[in-house]
């Protein structure tokens, strides 16, 4: 059986515990501009109701946000691979 010593242990531990806060502060961070992102997309929009702020934001997301010119370009769209594949059958676009 191999025997680890509690120091290596213990700095394994702390390396472990550092990339964790460095993983979490940086989603927290990410969290904040997309919280701030949402607001000025709504607020340019004059959304009031929730439905407003979500038809906004989608209607965002259409305008900017393209699957062409992406790394895997010959790649099927989520959309069609589900409707090929039956999922939200009936459904109008």
Known sequence: MIRISKRVVWVFLMALLMLASY???RFQEEQRWLAVK???ITDQASAH?????I???RDYLR?????????FDDRV???DRQR???I???VLR
């Not at 109701?49 to 702020?53: A, C, D, P, S, W």
């Not at 305008?63 to 790394?71: D, I, L, Q, T, Y």
């Open 84 to 86: 090929d594949a039956g």
């Open 77 to 79: 769209p989520a959309g």
């Open 49 to 53: 109701t929730q439905r407003e702020r």
């Open 38 to 40: 949402a607001r000025q």
């Open 88 to 90: 939200g059958a009936g």
């Open 55 to 57: 038809m906004a934001l």
């Open 23 to 25: 993983c979490y502060l």
């Open 63 to 71: 305008r900017h946000v393209k699957w062409r010119g992406a790394a």
